[in-house]
Antibody, heavy 120, light 106 residues
Framework: EVQLVESGGGLVQPGGSLRLSCAAS????????MSWVRQAPGRGLEWVSV???????YYADSVKGRFTISRDNSKNTLYLQMNSLRAEDTAVYYC??????????????WGQGTMVTVSS | DIQMTQSPSSLSASVGDRVIITCRAS??????LNWYQQRPGKAPKLLIY???SLQSGVPSRFSGSGSGTDFTLTISSLQPEDFATYYC????????FGQGTKVEIK
């Protein structure tokens, strides 16, 4: 079964760091585009970052320079290192596998999400 | 940045109704538009990709259309399990979601 399971969320003070993990099963993280998407409480969805199968990475302007996406192929796991956290980073963070076609991509498999709260 | 605007922000409908949700992009995004359904407390679910392609396993009452800047999601006959929030998302430049449309029971 294709599945994503996030972990690593929690309460962190402003300016602090946190690393989220997303363990995949049923498919290879390294062979797919993978993203992080977040959702602040009561708000809509916001794309955060993507890592392509070739290793290229891209970020939303709101997190550029503070967050880093990576993967461990041997563990079939996706990561999001979050530094210099701000109150506005408080959200449920989802990892998502992507499907890719001629010019398009979409998030087809989602994890259950992990909550990150940035507060003093 | 490409902005995505959905309308309406919410709607009330009855089981069996035909529901149409629209999504407008701030610039042309060709057909690179996806639709998701999110039930409360759950992760989003992909319904439609590339504007009109039905994701595997999604009921045929869901359909999408449009290109350029204007897109629609149509639910031909609303079912009880369809009461949820729907999001459009573009993948032409970076990725951006619309603000969501909440479909409630009338």
């Amino acid at each position: 079964e294709v599945q994503l399971v996030e972990s690593g969320g929690g309460l962190v003070q402003p300016g602090g760091s946190l690393r989220l993990s997303c363990a995949a099963s049923g498919f290879s993280v390294s062979s797919n585009y993978m993203s992080w998407v977040r959702q602040a409480p009561g708000r809509g969805l916001e794309w955060v970052s993507v890592i392509y199968s070739g290793g290229s990475t891209y970020y939303a302007d709101s997190v550029k320079g503070r967050f880093t996406i990576s993967r461990d192929n041997s563990k079939n796991t996706l990561y999001l290192q979050m530094n210099s956290l701000r109150a506005e980073d408080t959200a449920v963070y989802y990892c998502a596998k992507m499907i890719v076609g001629a010019g398009y991509d979409a998030f087809d498999i989602w994890g259950q999400g992990t909550m990150v709260t940035v507060s003093s | 940045d490409i902005q995505m605007t959905q309308s309406p922000s919410s709607l009330s409908a009855s089981v069996g109704d035909r529901v149409i949700i629209t999504c407008r992009a701030s610039q042309s995004i060709s057909s690179y538009l996806n639709w998701y359904q999110q039930r409360p407390g759950k992760a989003p679910k992909l319904l439609i990709y590339d504007a009109s392609s039905l994701q595997s396993g999604v009921p045929s009452r869901f359909s999408g259309s449009g290109s350029g800047t204007d897109f629609t999601l149509t639910i031909s006959s609303l079912q009880p399990e369809d009461f949820a929030t729907y999001y459009c998302q573009q993948s032409h430049i970076a990725r951006t979601f619309g603000q969501g449309t909440k479909v409630e029971i009338k």
